[in-house]
């Protein structure tokens, strides 16, 4: 026999976590999980993977790492 927690996870939908989400978490939380997402979305939109390798290869350089 199957538990409660089981069968609520089975039925768990993205609408029930973002009303949990809303209930639990606090205001600065909230902030700081939009701060970041929007600081994701803009790297990955605006940081062009060419200028992305360089800069890494750059740094590996730069630290005495030898890559090729």
């Given at each position: ?11 768990d ?32 939109l605006?940081v ?6 360089d ?9 005495g790492?030898?890559?090729?």
């Amino acid at each position: 026999m199957q538990d409660d927690t089981a069968t609520a996870r089975a039925t768990d939908s993205v609408h029930d976590r973002i009303e949990r989400a809303r209930a639990s978490l606090t205001g600065p939380q909230i902030a700081i999980a939009v701060a970041l997402v929007a600081a994701l979305g803009f790297t990955l939109l605006f940081v062009q993977d060419p200028m992305l390798h360089d800069s890494l290869h750059n740094f590996r350089h730069s630290a005495g790492i030898t890559c090729h």
